[in-house]
Protein backbone atom coordinates (compact mmCIF):
# COMPACT_ATOMS: atom_id res chain seq x y z
CA UNK A 1 0.00 0.00 0.00
CA UNK A 2 1.20 3.24 -0.98
CA UNK A 3 0.67 6.65 0.20
CA UNK A 4 1.09 9.77 -1.62
CA UNK A 5 0.90 13.19 -0.83
CA UNK A 6 -0.03 15.85 -3.67
CA UNK A 7 0.55 19.22 -3.23
CA UNK A 8 0.12 18.93 0.86
CA UNK A 9 -0.08 21.94 2.87
CA UNK A 10 -1.64 21.86 6.74
CA UNK A 11 -1.65 24.99 8.82
CA UNK A 12 -2.12 24.71 12.17
CA UNK A 13 -5.06 27.02 14.05
CA UNK A 14 -5.95 28.38 10.67
CA UNK A 15 -7.93 31.31 10.39
CA UNK A 16 -6.58 32.38 13.75
CA UNK A 17 -3.69 35.09 14.67
CA UNK A 18 -1.92 32.44 15.70
CA UNK A 19 -1.60 30.60 12.49
CA UNK A 20 1.41 28.38 12.19
CA UNK A 21 3.04 26.23 8.81
CA UNK A 22 3.17 22.95 9.51
CA UNK A 23 3.19 21.70 6.16
CA UNK A 24 4.20 23.19 3.54
CA UNK A 25 3.49 21.82 0.04
CA UNK A 26 4.69 18.68 0.14
CA UNK A 27 4.62 15.85 -2.94
CA UNK A 28 5.88 12.77 -2.31
CA UNK A 29 5.23 9.25 -1.92
CA UNK A 30 6.11 6.37 0.18
CA UNK A 31 6.54 3.06 -1.08
CA UNK A 32 4.33 -0.20 0.25
CA UNK A 33 6.84 -2.60 1.73
CA UNK A 34 9.93 0.36 1.98
CA UNK A 35 11.85 1.49 5.35
CA UNK A 36 11.33 5.07 5.34
CA UNK A 37 13.20 7.34 7.44
CA UNK A 38 12.26 11.03 8.04
CA UNK A 39 14.82 13.11 9.28
CA UNK A 40 14.86 17.34 9.80
CA UNK A 41 15.34 19.34 12.42
CA UNK A 42 13.55 20.64 15.72
CA UNK A 43 9.88 21.83 14.34
CA UNK A 44 10.65 20.98 10.64
CA UNK A 45 7.48 19.19 9.99
CA UNK A 46 8.04 15.33 10.94
CA UNK A 47 5.29 14.69 13.33
CA UNK A 48 2.70 16.88 11.79
CA UNK A 49 3.82 14.63 7.85
CA UNK A 50 3.32 11.79 10.01
CA UNK A 51 0.08 12.68 11.56
CA UNK A 52 -1.09 12.41 8.18
CA UNK A 53 -0.81 9.29 7.43
CA UNK A 54 -3.70 7.79 9.41
CA UNK A 55 -5.71 10.61 8.75
CA UNK A 56 -5.12 12.21 12.53
CA UNK A 57 -4.75 15.41 10.90
CA UNK A 58 -5.85 16.44 7.44
CA UNK A 59 -4.72 18.71 4.74
CA UNK A 60 -5.10 22.17 5.17
CA UNK A 61 -4.99 21.85 1.25
CA UNK A 62 -4.22 19.50 -1.75
CA UNK A 63 -4.84 15.63 -0.75
CA UNK A 64 -3.60 12.07 0.77
CA UNK A 65 -3.73 9.28 -0.95
CA UNK A 66 -3.62 6.14 1.50
CA UNK A 67 -4.11 2.79 -0.73
CA UNK A 68 -7.51 3.12 -1.52
CA UNK A 69 -8.52 5.76 0.44
CA UNK A 70 -8.34 9.30 -0.84
CA UNK A 71 -8.26 12.40 2.16
CA UNK A 72 -8.98 15.87 1.57
CA UNK A 73 -9.89 19.02 4.02
CA UNK A 74 -13.38 18.48 3.14
CA UNK A 75 -12.76 14.12 4.73
CA UNK A 76 -14.89 13.37 7.76
CA UNK A 77 -14.16 12.00 10.66
CA UNK A 78 -16.58 9.11 10.22
CA UNK A 79 -15.26 5.71 8.20
CA UNK A 80 -11.66 6.40 9.58
CA UNK A 81 -11.69 3.13 11.59
CA UNK A 82 -9.99 0.76 8.73
CA UNK A 83 -7.44 3.30 7.87
CA UNK A 84 -6.36 2.90 11.75
CA UNK A 85 -6.58 -0.47 11.58
CA UNK A 86 -4.07 -0.24 8.79
CA UNK A 87 -1.66 2.33 9.67
CA UNK A 88 -0.57 2.07 13.31
CA UNK A 89 1.22 4.89 15.11
CA UNK A 90 3.50 5.40 18.00
CA UNK A 91 3.76 8.98 18.85
CA UNK A 92 6.13 11.20 19.61
CA UNK A 93 5.45 11.38 23.54
CA UNK A 94 4.05 7.56 23.66
CA UNK A 95 3.07 7.73 26.78
CA UNK A 96 -0.09 9.88 26.08
CA UNK A 97 -1.55 7.41 24.30
CA UNK A 98 -1.52 4.75 27.24
CA UNK A 99 -4.95 4.66 28.90
CA UNK A 100 -5.86 1.54 30.62
CA UNK A 101 -6.00 0.09 34.36
CA UNK A 102 -3.11 -1.98 33.35
CA UNK A 103 -0.55 -2.90 30.56
CA UNK A 104 -2.31 -6.31 29.35
CA UNK A 105 -5.73 -4.00 29.10
CA UNK A 106 -3.89 -1.49 27.47
CA UNK A 107 -2.08 -3.77 24.81
CA UNK A 108 -5.20 -6.10 24.23
CA UNK A 109 -7.57 -2.94 23.47
CA UNK A 110 -6.28 -2.32 20.19
CA UNK A 111 -7.00 -5.77 18.58
CA UNK A 112 -10.20 -5.92 20.53
CA UNK A 113 -11.57 -2.80 19.02
CA UNK A 114 -10.54 -4.58 15.38
CA UNK A 115 -12.47 -7.73 16.31
CA UNK A 116 -10.24 -9.82 17.58
CA UNK A 117 -11.91 -12.38 20.33
CA UNK A 118 -10.40 -11.70 24.02
CA UNK A 119 -8.77 -14.35 24.51
CA UNK A 120 -6.62 -13.83 21.48
CA UNK A 121 -5.94 -10.11 22.07
CA UNK A 122 -4.91 -11.47 25.49
CA UNK A 123 -2.60 -13.76 24.21
CA UNK A 124 -1.26 -11.15 21.28
CA UNK A 125 -0.59 -8.60 24.67
CA UNK A 126 1.96 -11.17 26.49
CA UNK A 127 3.39 -12.00 23.37
CA UNK A 128 3.56 -8.35 22.39
CA UNK A 129 5.16 -7.41 25.65
CA UNK A 130 8.04 -10.01 25.71
CA UNK A 131 8.69 -8.78 22.06
CA UNK A 132 9.37 -5.65 23.54
CA UNK A 133 11.74 -6.77 26.50
CA UNK A 134 9.39 -6.32 29.13
CA UNK A 135 9.20 -9.18 31.68
CA UNK A 136 5.66 -10.84 32.42
CA UNK A 137 5.15 -9.12 35.05
CA UNK A 138 4.53 -6.10 34.12
CA UNK A 139 1.59 -7.23 32.40
CA UNK A 140 -0.98 -6.71 35.57
CA UNK A 141 0.72 -3.22 36.39
CA UNK A 142 -0.89 0.18 35.62
CA UNK A 143 1.01 1.63 32.72
CA UNK A 144 1.62 4.89 34.33
CA UNK A 145 3.25 3.33 37.44
CA UNK A 146 6.30 2.38 35.11
CA UNK A 147 9.34 4.06 34.34
CA UNK A 148 9.71 6.71 31.09
CA UNK A 149 11.23 3.83 28.99
CA UNK A 150 8.96 0.84 29.92
CA UNK A 151 5.95 3.14 28.94
CA UNK A 152 7.44 3.87 25.01
CA UNK A 153 7.63 0.30 25.16
CA UNK A 154 4.44 -0.68 26.29
CA UNK A 155 3.25 1.78 23.79
CA UNK A 156 5.21 0.45 20.91
CA UNK A 157 3.57 -3.26 22.28
CA UNK A 158 -0.26 -1.95 21.44
CA UNK A 159 0.63 -0.90 18.25
CA UNK A 160 2.63 -3.90 17.19
CA UNK A 161 -0.36 -6.16 18.80
CA UNK A 162 -3.09 -4.21 15.93
CA UNK A 163 -0.65 -6.24 13.39
CA UNK A 164 -1.07 -2.48 10.94
CA UNK A 165 -0.46 -2.96 7.40
CA UNK A 166 1.95 0.32 7.89
CA UNK A 167 4.00 0.88 11.01
CA UNK A 168 4.86 4.67 11.73
CA UNK A 169 7.45 5.16 14.31
CA UNK A 170 8.06 8.79 15.65
CA UNK A 171 11.13 8.25 17.69
CA UNK A 172 10.62 5.16 19.11
CA UNK A 173 14.04 4.97 20.32
CA UNK A 174 14.27 8.04 22.53
CA UNK A 175 14.48 7.36 26.03
CA UNK A 176 15.25 3.77 25.13
CA UNK A 177 18.58 2.34 27.01
CA UNK A 178 21.35 1.69 24.60
CA UNK A 179 20.34 -2.32 24.61
CA UNK A 180 16.97 -1.13 24.30
CA UNK A 181 17.44 0.73 21.18
CA UNK A 182 19.38 -2.55 19.81
CA UNK A 183 16.80 -4.59 20.09
CA UNK A 184 13.86 -2.04 19.01
CA UNK A 185 15.43 -1.67 15.91
CA UNK A 186 16.20 -5.08 15.20
CA UNK A 187 12.65 -6.21 15.56
CA UNK A 188 11.55 -3.70 12.85
CA UNK A 189 14.23 -4.61 10.96
CA UNK A 190 12.73 -7.84 11.49
CA UNK A 191 9.28 -6.86 10.63
CA UNK A 192 10.56 -4.93 7.47
CA UNK A 193 12.24 -8.22 6.58
CA UNK A 194 8.96 -10.26 6.90
CA UNK A 195 7.26 -7.25 4.49
CA UNK A 196 6.69 -4.56 6.56
CA UNK A 197 6.22 -0.99 5.38
CA UNK A 198 7.61 1.28 8.24
CA UNK A 199 7.88 5.14 8.10
CA UNK A 200 10.36 5.89 11.04
CA UNK A 201 11.43 9.53 12.30
CA UNK A 202 14.76 9.61 14.53
CA UNK A 203 17.43 12.05 15.23
CA UNK A 204 19.74 8.94 15.06
CA UNK A 205 21.77 8.87 11.82
CA UNK A 206 23.04 5.65 12.76
CA UNK A 207 19.59 4.15 12.26
CA UNK A 208 18.78 5.99 9.67
CA UNK A 209 22.31 4.70 7.52
CA UNK A 210 21.97 0.86 9.02
CA UNK A 211 18.10 0.54 8.27
CA UNK A 212 16.64 2.46 5.88
CA UNK A 213 15.84 2.28 2.35
CA UNK A 214 14.87 5.63 1.66
CA UNK A 215 14.85 9.17 3.33
CA UNK A 216 12.38 11.71 3.11
CA UNK A 217 14.63 15.51 4.77
CA UNK A 218 12.47 17.96 5.92
CA UNK A 219 13.11 21.53 6.66
CA UNK A 220 10.34 24.21 7.46
CA UNK A 221 7.21 22.13 6.46
CA UNK A 222 8.62 21.35 3.17
CA UNK A 223 10.76 17.21 2.00
CA UNK A 224 13.51 19.02 0.69
CA UNK A 225 15.53 16.01 -0.63
CA UNK A 226 14.48 12.23 -0.88
CA UNK A 227 17.12 9.16 -1.77
CA UNK A 228 18.82 6.14 -0.24
CA UNK A 229 20.76 6.90 2.58
CA UNK A 230 24.04 6.57 0.94
CA UNK A 231 23.24 9.32 -1.45
CA UNK A 232 22.12 11.74 1.51
CA UNK A 233 24.56 11.07 3.74
CA UNK A 234 27.80 11.80 0.94
CA UNK A 235 26.59 15.29 1.23
CA UNK A 236 27.92 15.85 4.44
CA UNK A 237 28.07 19.56 4.67
CA UNK A 238 24.51 20.16 2.96
CA UNK A 239 23.40 17.98 5.72
CA UNK A 240 25.76 19.90 8.70
CA UNK A 241 23.93 22.96 7.12
CA UNK A 242 20.81 21.65 7.86
CA UNK A 243 21.14 21.37 11.48
CA UNK A 244 21.55 17.69 10.64
CA UNK A 245 23.89 14.94 11.91
CA UNK A 246 25.84 12.38 10.43
CA UNK A 247 26.03 8.72 11.07
CA UNK A 248 29.18 8.46 13.90
CA UNK A 249 30.90 6.06 11.62
CA UNK A 250 30.84 8.66 9.19
CA UNK A 251 31.73 11.56 11.48
CA UNK A 252 34.54 9.66 12.36
CA UNK A 253 35.53 9.10 9.08
CA UNK A 254 35.75 12.99 8.66
CA UNK A 255 38.04 13.45 11.26
CA UNK A 256 40.90 10.83 9.94
CA UNK A 257 40.50 12.52 6.92
CA UNK A 258 41.01 15.91 8.26
CA UNK A 259 44.19 14.62 10.19
CA UNK A 260 45.56 13.03 6.32
CA UNK A 261 43.56 9.82 5.84
CA UNK A 262 42.08 9.62 2.70
CA UNK A 263 39.20 8.01 1.36
CA UNK A 264 36.80 7.26 -1.74
CA UNK A 265 33.96 7.21 -0.26
CA UNK A 266 32.76 8.02 3.44
CA UNK A 267 31.73 5.24 4.92
CA UNK A 268 28.20 4.79 6.85
CA UNK A 269 28.87 1.68 9.01
CA UNK A 270 31.65 0.64 11.73
CA UNK A 271 32.11 -2.46 9.64
CA UNK A 272 32.70 -0.58 6.36
CA UNK A 273 34.98 2.12 8.06
CA UNK A 274 37.64 -0.75 10.12
CA UNK A 275 37.54 -2.52 6.42
CA UNK A 276 38.80 0.87 4.83
CA UNK A 277 41.35 1.39 7.44
CA UNK A 278 42.54 -2.03 7.55
CA UNK A 279 43.20 -2.01 4.01
CA UNK A 280 45.75 1.33 4.19
CA UNK A 281 47.12 0.30 7.23
CA UNK A 282 47.84 -3.39 6.17
CA UNK A 283 49.47 -1.12 4.18
CA UNK A 284 51.97 -3.89 2.03
CA UNK A 285 48.55 -6.02 1.67
CA UNK A 286 47.30 -3.68 -0.14
CA UNK A 287 49.32 -1.74 -2.42
CA UNK B 1 33.12 16.06 52.77
CA UNK B 2 32.19 19.37 52.54
CA UNK B 3 33.28 19.43 49.02
CA UNK B 4 29.82 17.58 47.95
CA UNK B 5 27.34 19.09 47.34
CA UNK B 6 24.60 16.08 47.13
CA UNK B 7 25.56 13.17 49.31
CA UNK B 8 23.46 10.12 49.24
CA UNK B 9 23.68 7.69 52.06
CA UNK B 10 22.17 4.02 51.93
CA UNK B 11 19.06 5.43 50.51
CA UNK B 12 16.18 2.61 49.84
CA UNK B 13 12.82 3.86 48.27
CA UNK B 14 10.18 1.40 47.25
CA UNK B 15 7.06 2.83 45.13
CA UNK B 16 3.53 1.53 46.99
CA UNK B 17 2.32 -1.88 46.26
CA UNK B 18 5.54 -3.07 44.55
CA UNK B 19 7.47 -6.39 45.51
CA UNK B 20 10.59 -4.90 45.45
CA UNK B 21 12.46 -1.60 46.20
CA UNK B 22 13.24 0.92 43.35
CA UNK B 23 16.39 2.06 44.92
CA UNK B 24 18.05 -0.10 47.17
CA UNK B 25 21.12 0.62 49.62
CA UNK B 26 22.49 3.97 47.53
CA UNK B 27 25.23 5.99 48.36
CA UNK B 28 26.61 8.42 46.09
CA UNK B 29 28.72 11.89 46.44
CA UNK B 30 28.38 14.72 43.84
CA UNK B 31 31.21 17.28 44.15
CA UNK B 32 30.38 20.58 43.52
CA UNK B 33 31.22 22.31 39.90
CA UNK B 34 31.08 18.89 38.41
CA UNK B 35 29.02 17.89 35.63
CA UNK B 36 28.70 14.00 36.94
CA UNK B 37 25.90 11.68 34.45
CA UNK B 38 23.43 9.25 35.82
CA UNK B 39 22.98 5.93 33.18
CA UNK B 40 21.26 2.63 33.61
CA UNK B 41 18.89 0.28 31.71
CA UNK B 42 15.22 1.52 31.68
CA UNK B 43 13.81 0.59 35.16
CA UNK B 44 17.22 0.88 36.94
CA UNK B 45 16.25 3.73 39.50
CA UNK B 46 17.06 6.96 37.82
CA UNK B 47 14.37 9.19 37.81
CA UNK B 48 13.44 8.05 40.72
CA UNK B 49 16.77 9.11 42.73
CA UNK B 50 16.34 12.37 40.89
CA UNK B 51 12.77 12.28 42.45
CA UNK B 52 14.58 11.52 46.29
CA UNK B 53 16.82 14.09 45.78
CA UNK B 54 13.91 16.50 44.91
CA UNK B 55 12.26 15.13 47.91
CA UNK B 56 8.96 14.74 45.43
CA UNK B 57 8.95 10.96 47.36
CA UNK B 58 10.09 9.81 50.45
CA UNK B 59 13.05 7.42 51.44
CA UNK B 60 12.22 4.19 53.02
CA UNK B 61 15.57 4.96 54.63
CA UNK B 62 18.51 6.67 54.28
CA UNK B 63 20.10 10.07 54.25
CA UNK B 64 20.09 12.94 51.50
CA UNK B 65 22.28 15.86 51.77
CA UNK B 66 22.31 18.84 49.76
CA UNK B 67 23.95 21.93 49.78
CA UNK B 68 25.17 21.19 53.15
CA UNK B 69 21.28 20.66 54.69
CA UNK B 70 20.07 17.40 55.15
CA UNK B 71 16.91 16.92 53.06
CA UNK B 72 13.81 16.74 55.35
CA UNK B 73 10.18 18.50 55.73
CA UNK B 74 11.76 21.17 57.33
CA UNK B 75 14.50 22.04 54.55
CA UNK B 76 12.92 20.66 51.59
CA UNK B 77 11.73 23.95 49.90
CA UNK B 78 15.04 25.63 50.77
CA UNK B 79 16.63 22.59 48.81
CA UNK B 80 14.15 22.85 46.12
CA UNK B 81 15.20 26.36 46.07
CA UNK B 82 18.51 25.40 44.55
CA UNK B 83 17.90 22.67 42.74
CA UNK B 84 16.47 22.58 38.75
CA UNK B 85 15.13 20.33 37.25
CA UNK B 86 14.13 18.82 33.64
CA UNK B 87 11.50 15.79 33.84
CA UNK B 88 12.42 13.50 31.42
CA UNK B 89 8.87 14.33 29.65
CA UNK B 90 8.53 17.96 29.16
CA UNK B 91 4.56 17.92 28.88
CA UNK B 92 4.43 16.73 32.81
CA UNK B 93 5.94 19.83 33.88
CA UNK B 94 4.71 22.67 31.83
CA UNK B 95 2.08 24.96 34.20
CA UNK B 96 2.10 27.97 32.17
CA UNK B 97 -0.42 29.81 29.57
CA UNK B 98 2.32 30.49 27.64
CA UNK B 99 6.01 29.44 26.62
CA UNK B 100 6.94 32.48 28.56
CA UNK B 101 5.09 32.76 31.70
CA UNK B 102 6.23 28.60 31.56
CA UNK B 103 9.79 30.03 31.54
CA UNK B 104 8.85 32.61 34.52
CA UNK B 105 7.62 30.16 37.01
CA UNK B 106 10.24 28.66 37.96
CA UNK B 107 11.75 32.37 38.99
CA UNK B 108 8.41 33.59 40.73
CA UNK B 109 8.78 30.95 43.41
CA UNK B 110 12.16 32.14 44.06
CA UNK B 111 11.59 35.91 44.53
CA UNK B 112 13.51 37.25 41.57
CA UNK B 113 12.66 41.34 41.25
CA UNK B 114 9.70 41.39 38.02
CA UNK B 115 12.26 43.44 35.94
CA UNK B 116 14.99 40.95 36.41
CA UNK B 117 12.83 38.72 35.79
CA UNK B 118 11.48 39.44 32.37
CA UNK B 119 15.33 39.52 31.32
CA UNK B 120 16.07 36.70 32.23
CA UNK B 121 13.32 34.79 30.70
CA UNK B 122 14.10 36.70 27.38
CA UNK B 123 17.30 35.67 27.45
CA UNK B 124 17.17 31.86 28.29
CA UNK B 125 14.38 31.92 25.70
CA UNK B 126 17.11 33.53 23.39
CA UNK B 127 19.61 30.88 24.30
CA UNK B 128 17.60 28.16 23.47
CA UNK B 129 16.42 29.47 20.86
CA UNK B 130 12.65 29.70 21.39
CA UNK B 131 12.18 33.50 21.50
CA UNK B 132 9.98 33.90 18.18
CA UNK B 133 7.59 31.32 20.59
CA UNK B 134 7.32 33.36 23.91
CA UNK B 135 3.59 33.93 23.45
CA UNK B 136 2.81 29.93 22.25
CA UNK B 137 1.05 27.75 23.89
CA UNK B 138 3.86 24.79 25.15
CA UNK B 139 1.28 22.26 24.24
CA UNK B 140 1.28 23.69 20.57
CA UNK B 141 5.00 23.38 20.12
CA UNK B 142 7.03 20.09 18.30
CA UNK B 143 8.45 17.72 20.61
CA UNK B 144 12.35 19.44 20.49
CA UNK B 145 10.42 22.78 20.80
CA UNK B 146 9.09 21.53 23.94
CA UNK B 147 12.21 20.24 25.94
CA UNK B 148 14.03 23.48 24.77
CA UNK B 149 11.56 25.45 26.33
CA UNK B 150 11.93 23.39 29.83
CA UNK B 151 15.39 23.76 29.37
CA UNK B 152 14.68 27.23 29.38
CA UNK B 153 13.21 27.03 32.66
CA UNK B 154 16.89 25.97 34.47
CA UNK B 155 18.62 28.36 32.53
CA UNK B 156 16.61 31.68 33.78
CA UNK B 157 16.41 29.93 37.08
CA UNK B 158 20.45 29.37 37.42
CA UNK B 159 19.73 27.36 40.29
CA UNK B 160 23.09 25.57 42.46
CA UNK B 161 22.59 22.40 40.90
CA UNK B 162 20.46 21.69 37.90
CA UNK B 163 19.33 17.92 37.21
CA UNK B 164 18.75 16.67 33.99
CA UNK B 165 16.25 13.98 33.29
CA UNK B 166 16.92 13.21 29.49
CA UNK B 167 16.72 16.49 29.24
CA UNK B 168 17.60 16.46 25.25
CA UNK B 169 16.27 13.19 24.25
CA UNK B 170 14.95 14.63 21.33
CA UNK B 171 16.73 17.32 19.95
CA UNK B 172 17.97 17.22 16.36
CA UNK B 173 21.51 16.25 16.89
CA UNK B 174 23.09 19.84 15.76
CA UNK B 175 20.40 21.12 18.80
CA UNK B 176 21.38 18.77 21.73
CA UNK B 177 25.12 19.54 21.45
CA UNK B 178 24.25 23.09 21.12
CA UNK B 179 22.12 22.53 24.13
CA UNK B 180 24.59 20.51 26.09
CA UNK B 181 27.41 23.48 25.01
CA UNK B 182 25.17 25.91 26.45
CA UNK B 183 24.25 24.06 29.83
CA UNK B 184 28.50 23.44 30.23
CA UNK B 185 28.85 27.31 29.49
CA UNK B 186 26.22 28.67 32.53
CA UNK B 187 28.13 25.91 34.73
CA UNK B 188 31.71 27.16 34.31
CA UNK B 189 30.51 30.80 34.49
CA UNK B 190 28.26 30.44 37.44
CA UNK B 191 30.28 27.42 39.47
CA UNK B 192 27.31 25.51 39.03
CA UNK B 193 27.01 21.22 39.47
CA UNK B 194 24.99 19.29 36.94
CA UNK B 195 23.53 16.08 37.49
CA UNK B 196 22.65 14.42 34.06
CA UNK B 197 20.72 11.41 33.36
CA UNK B 198 21.33 10.21 30.21
CA UNK B 199 21.23 7.42 27.75
CA UNK B 200 23.89 9.21 25.11
CA UNK B 201 26.68 7.22 25.88
CA UNK B 202 29.19 9.97 24.11
CA UNK B 203 27.34 12.76 26.25
CA UNK B 204 28.14 10.76 28.96
CA UNK B 205 31.42 10.12 28.46
CA UNK B 206 32.19 13.80 27.96
CA UNK B 207 31.64 14.34 32.16
CA UNK B 208 33.34 14.24 35.16
CA UNK B 209 32.04 11.45 36.55
CA UNK B 210 29.85 8.59 35.64
CA UNK B 211 27.50 6.44 38.19
CA UNK B 212 26.25 3.11 37.14
CA UNK B 213 22.41 2.29 38.28
CA UNK B 214 21.72 -0.87 37.80
CA UNK B 215 18.09 -2.69 39.36
CA UNK B 216 18.17 0.14 41.88
CA UNK B 217 22.07 -0.67 42.98
CA UNK B 218 25.03 1.81 42.18
CA UNK B 219 27.36 -0.77 40.45
CA UNK B 220 29.65 1.40 39.32
CA UNK B 221 30.88 4.96 39.75
CA UNK B 222 34.68 6.16 38.50
CA UNK B 223 36.01 8.43 35.57
CA UNK B 224 34.29 7.83 32.08
CA UNK B 225 37.85 6.81 31.24
CA UNK B 226 37.63 4.10 33.93
CA UNK B 227 34.49 2.58 33.22
CA UNK B 228 34.35 2.51 29.85
CA UNK B 229 37.48 0.37 29.33
CA UNK B 230 35.77 -2.52 30.96
CA UNK B 231 33.41 -2.40 27.89
CA UNK B 232 31.56 -6.03 28.67
CA UNK B 233 30.48 -5.14 31.97
CA UNK B 234 28.33 -1.97 30.75
CA UNK B 235 26.73 -4.40 28.39
CA UNK B 236 25.84 -6.67 30.84
CA UNK B 237 24.00 -3.87 32.28
CA UNK B 238 22.06 -2.94 29.78
CA UNK B 239 24.17 -0.34 28.51
CA UNK B 240 27.22 -0.05 25.80
CA UNK B 241 30.38 1.43 25.06
CA UNK B 242 31.20 4.46 23.28
CA UNK B 243 31.73 4.76 19.35
CA UNK B 244 35.56 4.69 19.61
CA UNK B 245 35.50 1.22 21.52
CA UNK B 246 32.92 -0.30 19.36
CA UNK B 247 35.79 0.55 16.47
CA UNK B 248 38.68 -0.45 17.96
CA UNK B 249 36.49 -4.16 18.85
CA UNK B 250 35.84 -4.16 14.79
CA UNK B 251 39.66 -2.59 14.09
CA UNK B 252 40.46 -5.82 16.58
CA UNK B 253 38.24 -8.67 14.11
CA UNK B 254 40.49 -7.43 10.84
CA UNK B 255 44.17 -8.02 12.87
CA UNK B 256 44.56 -4.86 13.79
CA UNK B 257 45.00 -4.50 17.91
CA UNK B 258 45.24 -1.08 19.54
CA UNK B 259 46.90 -1.22 23.22
CA UNK B 260 46.03 0.57 25.96
CA UNK B 261 42.55 0.65 27.98
CA UNK B 262 40.51 3.46 26.73
CA UNK B 263 40.41 6.06 24.01
CA UNK B 264 37.93 8.97 23.32
CA UNK B 265 37.59 9.97 19.45
CA UNK B 266 40.64 12.82 19.57
CA UNK B 267 42.79 9.50 21.11
CA UNK B 268 41.30 7.12 18.67
CA UNK B 269 42.17 9.32 15.43
CA UNK B 270 45.67 10.62 16.88
CA UNK B 271 46.56 6.89 17.03
CA UNK B 272 45.91 6.01 13.65
CA UNK B 273 47.34 8.52 12.41
CA UNK B 274 50.83 7.64 14.26
CA UNK B 275 50.19 4.44 13.14
CA UNK B 276 49.50 5.20 9.37
CA UNK B 277 52.51 7.63 9.85
CA UNK B 278 55.00 4.77 10.75
CA UNK B 279 54.08 2.70 7.89
N1 LIG C 1 -0.51 21.92 18.01
C1 LIG C 1 0.21 22.85 17.36
N2 LIG C 1 -0.26 24.11 17.23
C2 LIG C 1 0.45 25.05 16.57
N3 LIG C 1 1.64 24.83 15.99
C3 LIG C 1 2.17 23.59 16.09
C4 LIG C 1 1.48 22.54 16.77
N4 LIG C 1 2.24 21.43 16.71
C5 LIG C 1 3.36 21.77 16.01
N5 LIG C 1 3.30 23.07 15.63
C6 LIG C 1 4.32 23.80 14.86
O1 LIG C 1 4.46 23.21 13.58
C7 LIG C 1 5.83 23.10 13.20
C8 LIG C 1 6.16 21.65 12.86
O2 LIG C 1 6.01 20.88 14.05
P1 LIG C 1 6.28 19.30 14.11
O3 LIG C 1 5.77 18.83 15.43
O4 LIG C 1 5.74 18.66 12.89
O5 LIG C 1 7.87 19.30 14.08
P2 LIG C 1 8.90 18.05 14.16
O6 LIG C 1 9.69 18.05 12.89
O7 LIG C 1 8.18 16.82 14.52
O8 LIG C 1 9.88 18.53 15.32
P3 LIG C 1 10.57 17.74 16.55
O9 LIG C 1 11.80 17.08 16.00
O10 LIG C 1 10.93 18.83 17.49
O11 LIG C 1 9.58 16.79 17.11
C9 LIG C 1 6.63 23.67 14.38
O12 LIG C 1 7.07 24.97 14.10
C10 LIG C 1 5.67 23.70 15.53
O13 LIG C 1 5.90 24.79 16.39
N1 LIG D 1 4.84 5.55 39.96
C1 LIG D 1 5.36 4.33 40.07
N2 LIG D 1 4.74 3.36 40.78
C2 LIG D 1 5.28 2.13 40.90
N3 LIG D 1 6.47 1.75 40.35
C3 LIG D 1 7.14 2.69 39.65
C4 LIG D 1 6.63 4.01 39.47
N4 LIG D 1 7.52 4.71 38.71
C5 LIG D 1 8.53 3.86 38.43
N5 LIG D 1 8.32 2.64 38.99
C6 LIG D 1 9.19 1.47 38.92
O1 LIG D 1 10.39 1.78 39.61
C7 LIG D 1 11.53 1.31 38.89
C8 LIG D 1 12.50 2.48 38.61
O2 LIG D 1 11.84 3.42 37.77
P1 LIG D 1 12.55 4.75 37.27
O3 LIG D 1 11.49 5.58 36.64
O4 LIG D 1 13.31 5.35 38.39
O5 LIG D 1 13.55 4.17 36.17
P2 LIG D 1 14.56 4.92 35.22
O6 LIG D 1 15.92 4.41 35.51
O7 LIG D 1 14.34 6.39 35.28
O8 LIG D 1 14.13 4.34 33.79
P3 LIG D 1 13.99 5.01 32.32
O9 LIG D 1 15.35 4.97 31.70
O10 LIG D 1 13.06 4.08 31.61
O11 LIG D 1 13.44 6.38 32.51
C9 LIG D 1 11.01 0.63 37.65
O12 LIG D 1 10.96 -0.76 37.86
C10 LIG D 1 9.59 1.16 37.50
O13 LIG D 1 8.73 0.20 36.92
MG1 LIG E 1 8.12 15.67 16.26
MG1 LIG F 1 13.56 7.78 33.95
Redesign the interface.
Known amino acids: MDITFDHVSYTYQANTPMAGVGLDDVSVTIHGGAYTAIIGHTGSGKSTLLQHLNALLKPTSGTVRIGERMITPSTSNKNLHPLRKKVGMVFQFAESQLFAATVREDVAFGPRNFGVSAEDADALAVQMVARVGLPEDVLDRSPFDLSGGQMRRVAIAGVLAMQPEVLVLDEPTAGLDPAGRREMMALFAKLHADGQTIVLVTHQMDDVADFADDVLVMDQGKVVRQGHPKEIFQDAQWLLDHQLGLPRTTQFALRLQQKGFKFDHLPLTTPELAQMLAEQLGGARHE | MADDIITVEHLRYT?QDA?VAALDDVSLRVPRGTWVSVI?????G??TLAKNILGLLEPDAGVINVDGMVLSEETVWDIRSRVGIVF??P?NQFVGATVADDVAFGLENHAVPREEMLTRVDDALNAVRMREFAN?EPA??????KQ?VAIAGVVAQQPQIIILD?AT????????KEILALIRELKDRLGLTVLSIT?D?DEAAGSDQLIVLDDGHVVETGKPSQIFAHGTSL?AH???VP??Q??RG??G????EIPGDYYD??GL??Y??T??ST?
Open positions: YQGHNGSKSQNERHLSGGQRESMLDPAGRHLVGLDYSQLELKLGIDEVDLWLRM
